[in-house]
T-cell receptor, first 117, second 114 residues
Framework: GAGVSQSPSNKVTEKGKDVELRCDPI?????LYWYRQSLGQGLEFLIY????????KSGLPSDRFSAERTGGSVSTLTIQRTQQEDSAVYLC???????????????FGPGTRLTVL | AQSVTQLDSHVSVSEGTPVLLRCNYS??????LFWYVQHPNKGLQLLLK??????LVKGINGFEAEFKKSETSFHLTKPSAHMSDAAEYFC????????????FGTGTRLLVSP
């Protein structure tokens, strides 16, 4: 079956511009995560969505970053006024609803490579 | 707070020799631990997971890892490396509360020579 898909695969933008990154989770997965993979920082959690609940935004690095998830499916990560330090690979993952005491595997998409000039 | 430390940024082996990738963890809770692999230009793939059942965990492609609470370690091993094993490997910890946020190590790049 189809996995997690992300678009675009690559995005080059100029400093100060806004960008939108898209994630299509696996059908039926209610949990959706965004992570960022950058040189020197490794992989870091950004934001988590579960169904229609309020997202956990504790990993967002600044108020220039925001994300939404429409209809409990597709998610968009928006970065406003991009800076060079935003250059990274942005990864999306989805899973069945996390359950206390048990683990539902997070399936990762191929990522969007963002380059801010 | 939870964290993992991958002790080697690069490991080089010859094809057919054993692989050892080292990971130590720190967790306030009973942790779930994972190894993920990332091949060049491909997404992250789960190799194996430990979730408080058997301490010796077997994963895909002949990899296994042993959870050692006394040493707070979760090292990844494989008896015989294959060229296709060359990739970046991440040790990951998650708590069993909340939404199971994954906390990644900095990664170990495995190089396999003929």
């Amino acid at each position: 079956g189809a996995g997690v898909s992300q678009s675009p695969s690559n995005k080059v933008t100029e400093k100060g511009k806004d960008v939108e990154l898209r994630c299509d989770p696996i059908s039926g997965h209610t949990a959706l995560y965004w992570y960022r993979q950058s040189l020197g920082q490794g992989l870091e959690f950004l934001i988590y969505f579960q169904g229609n609940s309020a997202p956990d935004k504790s990993g967002l690095p600044s108020d220039r970053f925001s994300a939404e998830r429409t209809g409990g499916s597709v998610s968009t990560l928006t970065i406003q006024r991009t800076q060079q330090e935003d250059s990274a690979v942005y990864l999306c993952a989805s899973s069945l609803m996390p359950g206390t005491g048990e683990y539902n595997e997070q399936f990762f998409g191929p990522g969007t490579r963002l380059t801010v000039l | 707070a939870q964290s993992v430390t991958q002790l080697d940024s690069h490991v080089s082996v010859s094809e057919g020799t054993p692989v050892l990738l080292r990971c130590n963890y720190s967790s306030s809770y009973s942790p779930s631990l994972f190894w993920y692999v990332q091949h060049p230009n491909k997404g992250l793939q789960l190799l194996l997971k430990y979730t408080s059942a058997a301490t010796l965990v077997k994963g895909i492609n002949g990899f296994e890892a042993e959870f050692k609470k006394s040493e707070t370690s979760f090292h990844l091993t494989k008896p015989s490396a294959h060229m296709s094993d060359a990739a970046e490997y991440f040790c990951v910890v998650s708590d069993n509360t909340g939404f199971q946020k994954l906390v990644f190590g900095t990664g170990t790049r495995l190089l396999v020579s003929p």
